[in-house]
């Protein structure tokens, strides 16, 4: 038997009323690999990435995770969805507990993990993106860059196989970019699934196998940084990145 793709989206199509957001979309994550998703604001790149994991349900084609197809009205989503750790902009932490608490409490509830092991994994995975000192600081204590490194932790907590990231650095000062950029590059090279929506051009380019740029719901094209980045085939493609680079 070979291997399923982590991520196999066939023909995914998502409307909103009359929005016909993503028409069409088709591609695959193997395990292992970073796909950084690119492309202007309104896109449907979110939408994308919701889809994977059913946050938003597709009006037609078929989502599958580790083969398993999510698009099948009589799937368990809730397991499947916790083999899927996902990365917002905005943080969503919750603000009245402290970093450690954050961490702790999906394990506890929904893994039915103890206290005391809950703790332990909370900690070794705060430690691991570098915020291993704020364990008992509130999100309003911490500066964007360690409220992201905490969600980072507390989705790795769960040991997903596979991460979306969206616009995990959107909403953080510059100078606080690259400290979430470095974990994220770091769970690359330990071999974490990812797909990251992201316009940081220079960490798609050296993290990413794959870059696929999005336009108008559809994918205009896809391949390596140094095809997509480095030598775009399309206009929309072109255009986009003047903007960014
Ligand atoms: P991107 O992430 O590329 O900026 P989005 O996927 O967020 O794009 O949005 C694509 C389009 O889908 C936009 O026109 C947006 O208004 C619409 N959209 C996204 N989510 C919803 C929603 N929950 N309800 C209605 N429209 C939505
Ligand atoms: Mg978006």
């Known amino acids: ?16 009323g009359d929005n016909h957001v993503l028409k069409g ?10 796909v950084c998703v690119i492309g202007p604001s309104g896109s449907g790149k979110s939408t994308l990435l919701r889809c994977v994991n059913m946050l938003e349900r597709p009006t037609e084609g078929k989502v599958f995770v580790e083969g398993v197809e999510l698009t099948d009205p009589d799937v368990d989503i809730d397991a499947v969805r916790r083999r ?4 917002f902009q905005q943080f969503n932490l919750f603000p009245h507990m402290t970093a450690l608490q954050n ?28 915020v291993g000192a704020k364990c008992a600081a509130r999100p309003a204590e911490l500066s964007g860059g360690q409220q992201q490194r905490v969600a980072i932790a ?25 400290d979430v950029l470095m974990v994220m590059r770091k769970l690359a ?17 050296e993290v990413a196998d794959r870059v696929v740029f ?3 719901g ?27 680079l």
Request: aromatic share 4%; glycine share 6%.
């Open 84 to 87: 899927i750790g996902m990365v």
């Open 25 to 34: 979309i088709d591609f695959t994550i193997d395990p292992g690999q970073v």
């Open 154 to 178: 507390r989705a790795l907590a769960m040991n997903p196989d596979l991460m979306l990231f969206d616009e995990p650095t959107s909403a953080l000062d510059p100078e606080l970019v690259g």
């Open 218 to 244: 559809v994918i205009v094209e896809e391949g390596t940084p140094a095809q997509v980045i480095g030598d775009p085939q399309h206009e929309r493609t072109r255009a986009f990145l003047r903007r960014v």
């Open 103 to 130: 961490v702790m409490i999906s394990q506890q509830r929904v893994l039915k993990r103890s206290k005391k092991e809950a703790e332990i994994i909370a900690r070794e995975n705060l430690d691991k993106v570098g």
């Open 1 to 16: 038997m070979t291997t399923p793709h982590a991520i196999d989206v066939r023909n995914l199509h998502k409307s909103f």
């Open 214 to 216: 999005m336009d108008g």
């Open 189 to 205: 090279e330990e071999g974490m699934t990812m797909m990251v929506v992201t316009h940081e051009m220079g960490f798609a380019r």
